[in-house]
């Protein structure tokens, strides 16, 4: 897929997204996993702003799996609403998706949907290559400088192997996007590390060599991964617009496969 291909979609859906109707939806929870970084709940208050501007009317708010508050149970419980669509703000399948998450949910007294991870889409790689070129990433105009750049895709890591598949084909939506290899590294409980994949890279001729962050917000892992990078790293994806229209795109697709479910 051309990268200006992957420009009109981004941009078609982000437009549709802001015209939904609002008439009866459930609230949207951003599930965000927490951080003793002050940055982070700055960062993720931003980004709900940003999905109520998209979505005027919309009940957005925001819970926690840990380390911040309000926890997730404690905003399911303040909701006035009695359904809530939860839209994680993760980017890959693993322990907190299949098990934190749902647990949580199963304890509040009202219904709720869980979304998708982020995942790989083109609205989100249309953040990363932003926050890359933001960092002073440039593509090569060359073939020789081609043959020499590559690309590190940073994110949190899982022992679920659902996880790594994830981040696998958001690293591979993302070279298509740059034109250069794109390899994941993980910042703990996965392999192979941001340090390995550089010496990968560099192994293989590659020695222009970014860090594209795949965090939301920053935190511990963002800064060590970011620290480790050769060359320009970017920061943390935030409230990038793309990834507020990446939000609803998840939480208006947790309700049309709802009601798809109630038809069958």
Known sequence: MTAHLMNRISSGLAGRLG??????QPALVLVAHGSRDPRALETVRELADRVRALRPGLAVRLGHIELNAPLLPDTLASLGTDEAVLVPLLFSRGFHIKQDIPDMAAEARIRTRQADPLGAHPLLVQAL????TEAGWRAPRTASDRRTTAVVL????SRDPESALGTRRIAD???ERLGVPVLPAYACAATPTVDAAIRTL?????????VASCFTAPGRFATECANKAPGVASAPLGAHPSMAALVLHRYDQALENAAVGRAA
């Not at 940073?154 to 890591?157: F, I």
């Open 202 to 210: 560099r192994a293989r001729g590659r020695h222009h060599i970014a």
């Open 173 to 175: 939506l993302l070279a």
């Open 154 to 157: 940073a994110a949190a890591g």
């Open 19 to 24: 015209l939904a109707p609002l008439d009866g």
């Open 129 to 132: 290559h932003e926050r890359l």
